[in-house]
């Protein structure tokens, strides 16, 4: 198979890995809340998401829309003009 996409991750990066993706799941099966990481979780999680986009030839959300956190929500500024949206 030609369209594989093979990564090699330490140990601690493989277990937070499994352990986002079942509290997700969890979230979206029972609407379980998904606590937040550690810094080292975070930093891990970072780079296997950096290293699977590179290996799938994506822009990561971050670069694309110029948020440096993907799941920021940017509000639109408002008008200071009274025009219309």
């Given at each position: ?81 009274g025009d219309r949206e």
């Amino acid at each position: 198979m030609t369209d594989d996409v093979v990564l090699r991750l330490d140990r601690a990066s493989a277990e937070d890995l499994y352990e986002v993706l079942w509290l997700v799941g969890e979230h979206l099966a029972a609407g379980a809340p998904i606590p937040a990481l550690s810094h080292e979780a975070n930093e891990r999680l970072g780079r296997v998401i950096s290293t699977l986009g590179h290996s799938l030839g994506k822009i990561a959300p971050s670069k694309r829309v110029g948020l440096g956190r993907p799941w920021a929500v940017r509000e639109r500024p408002r008008s200071t003009h009274g025009d219309r949206e």
